[in-house]
């Protein structure tokens, strides 16, 4: 086998082609609780916590450095830039990252709900055709 056909069979398999819709609707769906995230619930978390800005918190370990020169603008030293530790900015990303689990489980909890409906509700057998009825008339009237 080619490895063109090969590599055409693989791509065009439905379990594939599925986990790559679900894999940009995932990202799409990142995106729209981040901006959720960002855009509403942080202003009104800082808005309750005093007009505290969660993504500028951070705690800082060691200071920014300037460049240093001399008279003729040759570099003496360096910058340096500030070392920290951004605590606001995994404080959000991990309200999206919950808000994301919270909502993927709804959606699983939906799915496996209709599932079980449809397990518990079997289908009603089919009605005989006419020619099963037909027959079945015979038979009985044999019988008698």
Sequence with gaps: MSFIKEFKEFAMRGNLIDT???????????????AFVDGIVMPLVGMLTGGVDFNDKKLILKEAVAE????????????????????????????DFILVALAVFIVIKAINRMKKKQEAAPAAPAEPSNTDKLLMEIRDALKK
């Design 68 to 95: 240093v020169k001399d008279s003729a603008g040759k570099v003496i030293e360096k910058a340096i830039p500030e070392v920290s530790v951004k605590y606001g900015t995994f404080i959000t990303n991990v309200i």
């Design 20 to 34: 790559a819709v679900a894999f940009v609707m995932g990202a799409s769906f990142g995106k729209i609780v981040s």
